[in-house]
C-alpha cells in the first residue's frame, strides 16, 4: 500500500487528537482553548473524507476510525465543556448537574446509527455529532467569555443547560432530515442550504458591528441549522 493511502487515516488521528487535547483543556476550564481544538478537530473531519474521496483511500479501518475521533471530539469534548461550565454553578454535588453527559452516549448511539444506515449518503437523518457540538461548545465558551452577562445567570441556572442537553439528545437521535454542508457538484440548490449560509453571513456581520464575542456566530449559525431543518421537515408534511 503507497503512503497516500494511510494520509486521510493519519488526518482522522488528528481529529482523534483535537479531541483529546480539548478535553484535556476543558477540565482544566480552558473553554475557549477546548472550543478551538474542537473547531481544528471539525477541520480535519471534512478533510479526511476529502482526501479519501482524492486519493481513493477509503478503508473499512478508516470509517472505523473517524467514527471512534468523532465520538471523542464531538460526543465526549461538548458533554464535558456543558458539564464543567454547570459544575461551576451548581456543584458537582447537584443531579442536574452530570445531565451534560448524556450528550456523549447519545452521540455514540447517533454514530452507529450512521455507519449503518445507507440513507444517509448525501444528507442526514437526525442532528449530525459535528452541529451538536458546535451548539455546545460555542455556549461554553460564550458563557466563559461573558461571566458578567445577565443572560450567564439564566443560562448556567438549574434547568437551562440540562434541558438543552435533553433536547439535543433527542434531536441526534431523531428522525428529522437534515441537509450536509458538504456540498457536491451533483447536488441541486437547496432553500435550506442557502438559508443556512445567509444566517452565518449575517452573523458574523452582526457580531463584527454590535462588537461581540465570535463564539455567538457559531452558537447562532448552529442553532438556526436546527431551526433550518425543523421547519424544512414540517413543511414537508404539511405538503403531503
Known amino acids: 500500500m503507497s503512503i497516500s493511502k494511510h494520509i486521510p487515516n493519519c488526518i482522522t488521528s488528528l481529529n482523534l487528537l483535537c479531541g483529546v487535547v480539548g478535553i484535556i483543556l476543558a477540565l482544566e476550564g480552558w473553554y475557549q482553548e477546548a472550543f478551538l481544538c474542537m473547531i ?3 477541520i480535519f473531519d471534512f478533510f479526511d473524507g ?4 482524492l486519493l481513493n483511500a477509503w478503508s473499512p479501518i478508516g470509517k472505523e476510525l473517524d467514527s471512534l475521533a468523532d465520538q471523542v471530539t464531538f460526543g465526549v469534548l461538548p458533554s464535558v465543556m456543558l458539564f464543567g461550565t454547570l459544575k461551576g454553578s451548581l456543584g458537582i454535588e447537584h443531579p442536574l448537574c452530570w445531565t451534560p453527559l448524556l450528550i456523549a452516549a447519545f452521540s455514540g448511539l447517533r454514530l452507529a446509527k450512521f455507519n449503518l444506515d445507507e440513507r444517509q449518503v448525501k444528507s442526514f437523518i437526525g442532528l449530525p455529532t459535528p452541529a451538536c457540538a458546535m451548539i455546545c461548545g460555542s455556549l461554553a465558551t460564550w458563557i466563559s467569555a461573558m461571566p458578567e452577562s445577565a443572560l450567564t445567570a439564566t443560562l448556567t441556572g438549574v434547568w437551562f443547560i440540562p434541558l438543552l442537553s435533553a433536547i439535543l439528545c433527542i434531536l441526534l437521535v431523531s428522525g428529522i432530515p437534515m441537509f450536509s454542508m458538504k456540498v457536491q457538484k451533483t447536488d441541486k440548490p437547496d432553500w435550506r442550504m442557502i438559508t443556512f ?7 458574523v456581520s452582526a457580531a463584527l458591528v454590535a462588537h461581540l464575542h465570535w463564539s455567538t456566530v457559531i452558537l447562532t449559525t448552529f442553532t438556526g441549522y436546527i431551526i433550518i431543518n425543523i421547519t424544512g421537515a414540517i413543511l414537508k408534511i404539511l405538503k403531503k
Open 50 to 53: 476529502f482526501s479519501a474521496r
Open 40 to 42: 481544528a478537530g471539525g
Open 197 to 203: 449560509f445567509g444566517l452565518a453571513i449575517l452573523s
